[in-house]
Protein backbone atom coordinates (compact mmCIF):
# COMPACT_ATOMS: atom_id res chain seq x y z
CA UNK A 1 0.00 0.00 0.00
CA UNK A 2 1.52 3.88 -0.66
CA UNK A 3 2.20 5.19 2.48
CA UNK A 4 2.59 8.92 3.14
CA UNK A 5 5.95 8.89 1.53
CA UNK A 6 5.07 7.62 -1.72
CA UNK A 7 1.53 10.33 -1.68
CA UNK A 8 3.92 12.93 -1.13
CA UNK A 9 6.13 11.88 -3.90
CA UNK A 10 3.03 11.63 -6.66
CA UNK A 11 1.87 14.98 -5.36
CA UNK A 12 5.28 16.77 -5.85
CA UNK A 13 5.36 15.29 -9.19
CA UNK A 14 2.18 16.79 -10.00
CA UNK A 15 2.61 20.23 -9.26
CA UNK A 16 3.29 21.29 -13.39
CA UNK A 17 -0.75 20.97 -13.32
CA UNK A 18 -1.38 23.65 -11.10
CA UNK A 19 -2.60 26.60 -12.96
CA UNK A 20 -3.94 24.35 -15.68
CA UNK A 21 -7.66 23.70 -16.62
CA UNK A 22 -9.62 20.18 -16.47
CA UNK A 23 -11.03 19.64 -19.87
CA UNK A 24 -12.86 16.31 -19.59
CA UNK A 25 -12.48 12.91 -17.64
CA UNK A 26 -12.48 9.46 -19.49
CA UNK A 27 -14.08 7.08 -17.28
CA UNK A 28 -13.28 3.21 -18.39
CA UNK A 29 -13.41 0.51 -15.68
CA UNK A 30 -15.87 2.18 -13.00
CA UNK A 31 -15.32 -0.65 -10.27
CA UNK A 32 -13.19 0.99 -7.29
CA UNK A 33 -13.94 1.06 -3.81
CA UNK A 34 -16.36 3.81 -4.74
CA UNK A 35 -17.85 3.61 -8.34
CA UNK A 36 -16.25 6.31 -10.41
CA UNK A 37 -19.32 8.63 -11.36
CA UNK A 38 -19.38 10.01 -14.36
CA UNK A 39 -21.58 13.17 -13.79
CA UNK A 40 -19.92 13.37 -10.10
CA UNK A 41 -16.63 13.53 -11.58
CA UNK A 42 -17.82 16.09 -14.69
CA UNK A 43 -18.21 19.24 -11.94
CA UNK A 44 -14.63 19.61 -12.05
CA UNK A 45 -14.57 20.35 -16.22
CA UNK A 46 -13.95 23.74 -17.19
CA UNK A 47 -12.31 24.20 -13.31
CA UNK A 48 -8.98 25.57 -12.65
CA UNK A 49 -6.17 23.83 -10.21
CA UNK A 50 -5.23 25.74 -7.95
CA UNK A 51 -2.84 23.86 -5.64
CA UNK A 52 -2.40 19.93 -5.59
CA UNK A 53 -2.13 18.82 -1.27
CA UNK A 54 -1.59 15.91 0.85
CA UNK A 55 -3.61 15.25 3.64
CA UNK A 56 -2.75 11.60 5.55
CA UNK A 57 -2.57 9.03 2.06
CA UNK A 58 -4.87 11.22 0.37
CA UNK A 59 -3.98 13.70 -2.73
CA UNK A 60 -6.48 16.51 -2.83
CA UNK A 61 -6.98 18.70 -6.35
CA UNK A 62 -8.04 22.06 -5.33
CA UNK A 63 -10.35 23.51 -7.42
CA UNK A 64 -11.80 27.14 -8.21
CA UNK A 65 -15.34 25.89 -6.87
CA UNK A 66 -14.57 22.05 -5.36
CA UNK A 67 -11.88 19.67 -4.74
CA UNK A 68 -11.08 16.34 -6.29
CA UNK A 69 -9.72 13.38 -3.61
CA UNK A 70 -7.55 10.37 -4.77
CA UNK A 71 -7.02 7.71 -2.57
CA UNK A 72 -4.17 5.09 -3.61
CA UNK A 73 -5.88 2.18 -1.78
CA UNK A 74 -3.45 -0.97 -2.17
CA UNK A 75 -2.20 -0.57 -5.67
CA UNK A 76 -3.24 2.25 -6.99
CA UNK A 77 -1.19 4.45 -9.81
CA UNK A 78 -0.87 8.15 -11.19
CA UNK A 79 1.03 9.14 -13.66
CA UNK A 80 1.07 12.18 -15.34
CA UNK A 81 2.01 12.34 -19.44
CA UNK A 82 2.39 15.36 -21.00
CA UNK A 83 1.22 15.72 -24.73
CA UNK A 84 -0.15 12.35 -25.50
CA UNK A 85 -0.70 9.72 -23.43
CA UNK A 86 0.33 6.26 -24.36
CA UNK A 87 -2.11 3.06 -24.84
CA UNK A 88 -4.48 2.33 -22.55
CA UNK A 89 -3.45 -0.89 -20.35
CA UNK A 90 -5.73 -3.01 -18.49
CA UNK A 91 -6.89 -1.72 -15.13
CA UNK A 92 -6.27 1.60 -16.36
CA UNK A 93 -9.50 3.15 -14.76
CA UNK A 94 -9.58 7.07 -15.79
CA UNK A 95 -8.09 9.80 -17.19
CA UNK A 96 -8.81 12.87 -16.10
CA UNK A 97 -7.42 15.26 -18.88
CA UNK A 98 -6.06 19.30 -18.11
CA UNK A 99 -4.75 21.01 -21.25
CA UNK A 100 -2.24 19.65 -22.52
CA UNK A 101 -1.89 17.01 -19.25
CA UNK A 102 -3.37 13.57 -18.98
CA UNK A 103 -3.42 12.55 -15.27
CA UNK A 104 -3.99 8.59 -15.46
CA UNK A 105 -5.36 6.32 -12.46
CA UNK A 106 -4.36 2.57 -12.86
CA UNK A 107 -5.50 0.33 -9.67
CA UNK A 108 -5.23 -3.42 -10.30
CA UNK A 109 -6.60 -4.19 -6.86
CA UNK A 110 -9.31 -1.53 -6.95
CA UNK A 111 -9.35 -0.65 -3.74
CA UNK A 112 -8.81 3.38 -4.24
CA UNK A 113 -11.05 5.93 -4.98
CA UNK A 114 -11.27 9.25 -6.72
CA UNK A 115 -14.57 11.63 -6.00
CA UNK A 116 -15.36 15.16 -5.94
CA UNK A 117 -16.34 17.47 -3.27
CA UNK A 118 -17.42 21.03 -2.96
CA UNK A 119 -16.13 21.36 0.53
CA UNK A 120 -13.32 19.30 2.37
CA UNK A 121 -14.88 20.53 5.91
CA UNK A 122 -16.66 17.85 7.10
CA UNK A 123 -15.81 14.92 4.49
CA UNK A 124 -16.52 11.72 6.18
CA UNK A 125 -13.02 10.74 4.25
CA UNK A 126 -10.68 13.59 6.01
CA UNK A 127 -12.68 13.49 9.49
CA UNK A 128 -11.15 12.58 12.89
CA UNK A 129 -7.53 12.37 11.39
CA UNK A 130 -4.61 12.73 13.70
CA UNK A 131 -1.88 15.77 12.96
CA UNK A 132 0.19 14.91 10.19
CA UNK A 133 4.03 13.27 11.67
CA UNK A 134 5.51 16.00 9.97
CA UNK A 135 4.09 19.01 11.46
CA UNK A 136 4.74 20.87 14.74
CA UNK A 137 1.40 19.26 16.48
CA UNK A 138 3.33 16.02 16.25
CA UNK A 139 5.61 15.92 19.67
CA UNK A 140 6.54 13.78 22.24
CA UNK A 141 3.76 15.03 24.95
CA UNK A 142 1.19 14.76 22.39
CA UNK A 143 1.51 11.33 21.93
CA UNK A 144 2.63 10.14 25.21
CA UNK A 145 -0.64 11.82 26.23
CA UNK A 146 -2.54 9.90 23.40
CA UNK A 147 -1.05 6.70 24.07
CA UNK A 148 -0.44 6.84 28.10
CA UNK A 149 -3.51 4.30 28.75
CA UNK A 150 -4.03 2.52 25.88
CA UNK A 151 -3.06 -1.62 26.08
CA UNK A 152 -2.93 -1.54 22.39
CA UNK A 153 0.95 -2.48 20.80
CA UNK A 154 2.75 0.61 20.12
CA UNK A 155 2.80 -0.55 16.39
CA UNK A 156 -0.66 -0.46 15.93
CA UNK A 157 -1.30 2.89 17.75
CA UNK A 158 1.25 4.76 14.87
CA UNK A 159 -0.50 3.23 12.31
CA UNK A 160 -3.82 4.83 13.58
CA UNK A 161 -4.61 7.48 11.59
CA UNK A 162 -6.59 9.04 14.24
CA UNK A 163 -3.41 9.26 16.75
CA UNK A 164 -0.96 10.23 13.86
CA UNK A 165 -1.93 10.00 10.20
CA UNK A 166 0.08 8.20 7.33
CA UNK A 167 2.96 6.21 8.77
CA UNK A 168 1.95 2.46 7.93
CA UNK A 169 2.92 -0.07 7.80
CA UNK A 170 7.08 -0.22 6.89
CA UNK A 171 7.60 3.10 8.29
CA UNK A 172 6.07 2.07 11.99
CA UNK A 173 8.88 -0.97 11.36
CA UNK A 174 11.53 1.20 11.01
CA UNK A 175 10.84 4.11 13.17
CA UNK A 176 10.46 1.68 15.30
CA UNK A 177 13.37 -0.43 14.98
CA UNK A 178 15.85 2.92 15.67
CA UNK A 179 13.99 3.64 18.40
CA UNK A 180 14.89 -0.03 19.73
CA UNK A 181 11.11 -0.11 20.61
CA UNK A 182 9.44 -3.33 20.51
CA UNK A 183 6.20 -3.29 18.28
CA UNK A 184 4.43 -5.67 20.88
CA UNK A 185 4.71 -3.14 23.62
CA UNK A 186 1.68 -2.06 24.64
CA UNK A 187 1.53 2.19 24.39
CA UNK A 188 0.73 2.76 28.01
CA UNK A 189 4.49 1.20 28.57
CA UNK A 190 6.01 3.65 27.24
CA UNK A 191 7.92 6.52 29.02
CA UNK A 192 8.47 9.80 28.03
CA UNK A 193 11.50 9.56 26.88
CA UNK A 194 10.99 7.11 24.32
CA UNK A 195 7.85 8.88 23.34
CA UNK A 196 10.53 11.39 22.29
CA UNK A 197 12.72 9.17 20.37
CA UNK A 198 9.62 7.46 18.64
CA UNK A 199 8.19 10.48 17.69
CA UNK A 200 12.28 11.59 16.45
CA UNK A 201 12.50 8.69 14.06
CA UNK A 202 9.20 8.73 12.88
CA UNK A 203 10.29 11.77 11.32
CA UNK A 204 13.59 11.50 10.35
CA UNK A 205 12.60 7.97 8.71
CA UNK A 206 9.37 9.78 6.92
CA UNK A 207 11.35 12.27 5.76
CA UNK A 208 14.24 10.39 4.34
CA UNK A 209 11.97 8.00 2.85
CA UNK A 210 10.38 11.50 0.56
CA UNK A 211 13.79 12.05 -0.25
CA UNK A 212 14.35 8.56 -1.49
CA UNK A 213 10.94 8.90 -3.76
CA UNK A 214 9.55 6.31 -1.20
CA UNK A 215 9.71 2.68 -1.05
CA UNK A 216 8.94 0.56 -4.43
CA UNK A 217 7.58 -3.15 -3.43
CA UNK A 218 5.13 -4.28 -5.68
CA UNK A 219 2.88 -1.73 -7.66
CA UNK A 220 4.46 1.56 -6.39
CA UNK A 221 6.19 4.14 -8.99
CA UNK A 222 5.60 8.23 -8.89
CA UNK A 223 3.80 10.57 -11.56
CA UNK A 224 6.39 10.02 -13.46
CA UNK A 225 6.77 6.09 -13.56
CA UNK A 226 9.99 5.85 -11.66
CA UNK A 227 10.55 3.80 -8.90
CA UNK A 228 11.36 4.70 -5.41
CA UNK A 229 14.62 3.04 -3.95
CA UNK A 230 13.93 3.83 0.31
CA UNK A 231 13.38 -0.29 0.17
CA UNK A 232 17.28 -0.24 0.04
CA UNK A 233 17.38 1.33 3.08
CA UNK A 234 14.70 -1.33 5.55
CA UNK A 235 16.61 -2.72 8.37
CA UNK A 236 13.98 -5.07 9.37
CA UNK A 237 10.65 -4.38 7.02
CA UNK A 238 10.21 -7.55 4.63
CA UNK A 239 13.43 -9.02 6.59
CA UNK A 240 12.16 -11.91 8.42
CA UNK A 241 14.96 -14.75 9.34
CA UNK A 242 18.19 -12.20 8.12
CA UNK A 243 20.38 -11.59 10.42
CA UNK A 244 19.75 -7.91 12.23
CA UNK A 245 22.24 -5.34 10.74
CA UNK A 246 22.83 -4.30 14.17
CA UNK A 247 23.27 -7.10 16.78
CA UNK A 248 23.40 -10.13 14.19
CA UNK A 249 20.22 -11.59 16.07
CA UNK A 250 17.71 -13.08 13.24
CA UNK A 251 14.68 -10.91 12.90
CA UNK A 252 11.11 -11.88 13.50
CA UNK A 253 7.72 -12.32 11.58
CA UNK A 254 4.70 -10.91 13.84
CA UNK A 255 1.03 -10.88 12.91
CA UNK A 256 -0.37 -7.44 14.52
CA UNK A 257 -3.93 -5.84 13.26
CA UNK A 258 -3.64 -7.89 10.18
CA UNK A 259 -0.41 -6.59 9.37
CA UNK A 260 3.22 -8.79 9.51
CA UNK A 261 5.20 -6.87 11.62
CA UNK A 262 9.29 -7.41 11.51
CA UNK A 263 11.51 -7.00 14.61
CA UNK A 264 14.74 -7.72 16.32
CA UNK A 265 13.80 -9.57 19.53
CA UNK A 266 17.48 -8.30 20.87
CA UNK A 267 17.57 -4.36 19.88
CA UNK A 268 13.84 -3.86 20.30
CA UNK A 269 11.99 -4.36 23.58
Excluded: W
Excluded at 62 to 88: F, K
Excluded at 192 to 209: F, R
Excluded at 222 to 231: D, I, R, S, V
Amino acid sequence: MPELPEVETVKNGLQDLVGTTVTSVIIRFPRLRYPLNQSELDQAVGQKISAITRRAKYLIFHLERGYLIYHLGMSGRVTLYADQAPEVLKHDHVDIICDNYTIRYNDPRRFGCIIYTVSLENNPMLANLGPEPLEAEFTSEYLADRISKRNTPIKQLIMDNSVVVGVGNIYACESLFLSKISPLRKGKDLNLAESQLLVTNIQKVLTEAIAAGGSSLRDYKNAQGELGYFQQSHNVYGKAKQSCTSCGDIIQEVRLGQRNSFYCPTCQH
